[in-house]
């Protein structure tokens, strides 16, 4: 999806109404959004719904951090917009909810003639998941508490945002989900992102993401992604090295 940066990220539904043609087959989202942190609301679904309203396409809808939502916010699943009649897949994973992310295990919800035809072509690319993580899967989900899981990495996404409020990093909009959060570099190197994070990586031991990496072509934007899924101490140690970053 276009995503307007200097916006709150909020999509540009003229650009997307714009982009869709005949030729268009499906539309692929993400919500909550990796690396924006945005997260759709009912007002991003029925904007969508009109624009393939009466089309032949298809909505692939990639939810994995579904239930990592801040600041009192609900994810919206695609599965239950009823506008798309039955045309939309939503897709999750076991690995971002439960923070087991080299585990590769997820799921999809759909309507019976998507799932049969999704079905028949994944049975050729993955034989099977093993079975202990299923076992151990299904007995976490008795006492999996998706929403005290969300409260422990808003806590961790406010650590960070306040141990870098004195620094030369500009914060844009705070994350509304994900454990993701952007900033920009622009007031301390001139570097192009990719340098940047290379540089920050072997002189200061803080690693990022530079933003170009979600995009076809070289961005001019100077903005990292911070990632605070991690224990409090690395995310206190990371923000004081960052603050004497000049």
């Not at 006492?143 to 844009?172: T, V």
């Not at 911070?226 to 970053?245: P, Q, S, T, Y």
């Amino acid at each position: 999806m276009t995503l307007e940066r200097f916006n709150n990220f909020d999509i540009n539904w003229e650009k997307i109404q714009n982009a869709v043609s005949t030729k268009t087959k499906a539309i692929l989202i993400n919500t909550p959004h990796n690396p924006t942190g945005y997260v759709w609301t009912q007002h991003d679904w029925d904007q969508l719904a009109a624009i393939i309203d009466g089309k032949e396409i298809y909505v692939i809808s990639d939810e994995v951090y579904d239930s990592i939502v801040f600041d009192g916010r609900q994810h919206i699943p695609g599965f239950l917009q009823e506008p798309f009649n039955n045309k939309v897949i939503s897709i999750y994973s076991f690995g971002k909810a439960f923070h087991i992310t080299g585990w590769k295990i997820g799921y999809c919800v759909a309507s019976k003639a998507i799932s049969e035809a999704f079905r028949s072509i994944h049975q050729y690319l993955t034989f099977s998941v093993n079975t202990p993580a299923q076992y151990a899967l299904a007995k976490y989900l008795q006492i999996y508490d998706p929403e005290e899981a969300a409260r422990m990495l808003q806590a961790k996404r406010d650590l960070l945002i306040n141990g870098l409020h004195s620094s030369g990093l500009r914060q844009l909009t705070t994350s509304a989900g994900t454990y993701f959060q952007l900033y920009d570099y622009s007031e301390i190197s001139n570097l192009n992102d990719v340098e940047f994070a290379q540089w920050l990586t072997v002189t200061h031991k803080v690693a990022t993401i530079p933003l170009s990496a979600f995009y076809k072509t070289p961005q001019k934007d100077r903005i990292v992604r911070f990632c605070f899924a991690k224990k409090d101490e690395v995310i206190e140690k990371a923000a004081e090295i960052l603050r004497h970053i000049s």
